[in-house]
């Protein structure tokens, strides 16, 4: 199974960046699947989880009302749409995935859980 990421790269504060998750290698079904973001120094954070087959989602309280994870199963892909963009979401943004069904709230704080994972793009906001 392999990842790759794209999307990523310089934004101003108050832009739009959308980032994609291509998923290879397995069959594309039923799929719990995330994108976490980290900053050097500190602790690997959740920022929006999908259950692709129940269409159910969580998002970080930080990101709620400015981001959207969607998938298209067609092109198996997973997306993080990210809106009204502030200094503080710069990160590395890595998506990950598990072909098993899970509650999006609960795995938000156990990137243990997901067993596959991207190499990561770096998202930079500059004010």
């Known amino acids: 199974v392999e990842l790759v990421e794209s999307g990523g790269g310089s934004a101003q504060a108050g832009g739009s960046q959308r980032l994609s998750c291509v998923v290879s290698?397995?069959?594309?079904?039923?799929?719990?699947m995330t994108w976490f973001r980290q900053v050097i120094g500190k602790e690997r954070e959740a920022v929006a989880v999908?259950?692709?087959?129940?269409?159910?989602?969580y998002y970080a309280d930080s990101v709620k009302g400015r981001f959207t994870i969607s998938h298209d199963n067609a092109e198996r892909t997973l997306y993080l749409q990210m809106s009204s963009l502030k200094p503080e979401d710069t990160a590395m943004y890595y998506c990950?995935?598990?072909?098993?069904?899970?509650?999006?709230?609960?795995?938000?704080?156990?990137?243990?859980?997901?067993?596959?994972w991207g190499q990561g793009t770096q998202v930079t906001v500059s004010s």
């Open positions: 990950a995935a598990q072909i098993f069904w899970c509650s999006p709230a609960s795995v938000a704080k156990r990137p243990e859980f997901f067993t596959y």
């Open positions: 290698g397995v069959n594309y079904s039923a799929y719990c």
């Open positions: 999908i259950s692709t087959r129940a269409g159910s989602t």
